[in-house]
């Protein structure tokens, strides 16, 4: 089964910092990677989704890669700003299903 | 707007009292599915269905039904609710019917069962 895992869990930066979010995975075998953003009390709003073939994708100030043969994503935020403040959440498309499997997230804390 | 809307968004109920939460959504997507969150656990996919009468079961499906009657709805039906079914459910649909494309999250419906 797909296990997906987010490091680090919590993250506080202030105004203005670049960062990077990390996301692994336990198997290569998949059709698509997504990136995905929720803010308290709300749902899940898509950032990028990266195909298997992809090796990243840019929107706006987010860069977000994907190495499939080490099972690795990163999600590379510029200058962040407290808007940003969110948890972020990285999921996995695999072959073998038709699910999205979730890693459980990084909490993100930009502060003026 | 394209959106994926749910009804519920909260509900507080009793153990054993049959309830629906609704889900829409008007892209015309194929494939539509349930997960539920929880603390320390994450999001896990309860059922899916990949087209009108087509659906079949995810990670978590016990406790729950649905149904795929039409193409826009997809019902989460709990028979006969209990308190470890509280959670934050959350409808998903995309174009392709496998899944394998961009997923579109409902606002949430938040569950407690006492």
């Known amino acids: 089964k797909q296990e997906v895992t987010q490091i680090p869990a919590a993250l506080s930066v202030p105004e203005g910092e670049n960062l990077v979010l990390n996301c692994s995975f336990t198997?290569?075998?998949?059709?698509?990677l997504q990136w995905f953003r929720q803010d308290p009390g709300k749902g899940l709003t898509s950032l990028l989704l990266?195909?298997?073939?992809?090796r990243e994708q840019t929107s706006g100030r987010l860069n977000a890669s994907l190495d499939k043969s080490s099972g690795r994503s990163t999600l590379y935020i510029a200058a962040s700003q407290p808007g940003d403040s969110a948890t972020y959440l990285c999921a996995v498309n695999s072959n073998s299903g038709y699910a999205l499997n979730f890693g459980k997230g990084t909490s993100l804390l930009v502060t003026p | 707007e394209a959106q994926v809307t749910q009804n519920p968004r909260y509900l507080i109920t009793v153990t054993g009292k049959k309830l629906t939460v609704t889900c829409s959504q008007n892209m015309n997507h194929e494939y539509m599915s349930w997960y539920r969150q929880d603390p320390g656990l994450g999001l896990r996919q309860i059922y899916y269905s990949m087209n009108v009468e087509v659906t079949d079961k995810g990670d978590v499906p016990e406790g729950y039904k649905v149904s795929r009657k039409e193409k826009r709805n997809f019902p989460l039906i709990l028979e006969s609710p209990s308190p470890n079914q509280t959670s934050l459910y959350f409808c998903a649909s995309s174009w392709v019917a496998s899944g394998a494309d961009t997923q579109y999250f409902g606002p949430g419906t938040r569950l407690t069962v006492l």
């Open positions: 990266i195909q298997s073939s992809q």
């Open positions: 198997d290569s075998a998949i059709y698509n």
